[in-house]
């Protein structure tokens, strides 16, 4: 089978559409045929070292974490799906089983024509009808991350949320939820992404370098690493609440400030809902690409403004 193969640790200019062994499935796996995975930053940061020492890679490695695809073969005691089964989801590479939680979902790598993935997980579910190939490739990090944060966070209607990052795939899929909400929404972004960011629901966008409105309830930060939101600790209110999907992990002294509530965001175990709630949410899909093109929307996507989700379809 075809594939995007890492063989060394590198920036995605190295990665390289090659031909592999198709994984087969052990018991209590599924294989699946891939039709779309779309990227996200974990597919470029851990293929550089950057978690090199925690969680080790074994080369030639395959990335890609979010599919949707068909079932195309069944390991031993696997009931709740039969090959021919449409399903969507996310799982992480196999060397980060150490960081995965209580319901790991793994994969041999969904960027390639066949991938390998744990069954018993909350992470991957049968797709419905209703929702298209592309989306269901989009939805999976990003929906479970943008419904994470909205149990998190609790935004109450008539609170002013500032949303960091607002442009990039979680952002994208959280300014309608926060909106429904009744939330009040200034989102950072560039400006020729404002009329995108209006229609998602934001009632003010300002640039990523302007200067945050005080008395901000709630701040979701989707970009900046933690240790970078002095400026924005300093526009919540007192009592008012910050919240992160970044690392390092927060810490009080990054931000200076004890009477706002400072949390990192991250369900590994699926507590706020998996799949089959993700179903349910609309992402933003800028770009579609051939397997043939990924390396270069991985390069894109590492060294460019991109907007929503980039989709690789197969």
Known sequence: MQAIVVNDYGPPESYALADVPIPEPGPGQIQVRIAAASLNPGDIVIPSGAYRAQAPLTFPHVPGNDFAGTVTAVGEGVTAYQPGDEVFGHAVPRALTAMAGAHPSLT???????????????????????????????????????????????????????????????????????????????????????????????????????????????????????????????AIRPGGRLFTITF????????????????????????????????????????????????????SFAHNHTVGKLVITL
Request: glycine share 8%; aromatic share 4%; charged share 15%.
């Open 108 to 234: 041999t790598g969904t960027l390639a024509e066949y991938a390998v993935f744990e069954a018993a997980t909350p992470f991957i579910a049968h797709r419905p009808a209703s929702l298209s190939i592309t989306d269901a490739a989009a939805l999976p990090t990003v929906g479970l991350t943008a419904r994470a944060l909205m149990a998190t966070a609790a935004p109450q209607a008539g609170e002013t949320a500032l949303v960091i990052g607002a442009t990039g795939g979680v952002g994208t899929t959280i300014l309608p939820l926060l909106s429904q909400a009744g939330v009040t929404i200034v989102a950072t972004g560039h400006h020729a992404d404002e009329d995108l960011l209006h229609k998602l629901g934001a009632r003010t966008v300002i640039g990523y370098d302007d200067e945050y409105p005080a008395a901000i309830d709630v701040g979701l930060n989707l970009v900046l690493p933690t240790d970078r939101l002095q400026r924005a600790a300093a």
């Open 248 to 299: 390092p992990p927060p810490r009080p002294e990054m931000i200076a400030r004890s009477d706002i509530r400072f949390k990192l965001v991250l369900d590994l175990d699926g507590q706020f809902g998996g799949m089959a709630e993700v179903a349910t949410l609309t992402p933003t899909v800028t770009a579609t690409y051939p397997l043939s093109d990924a390396v270069q929307a991985l390069t």
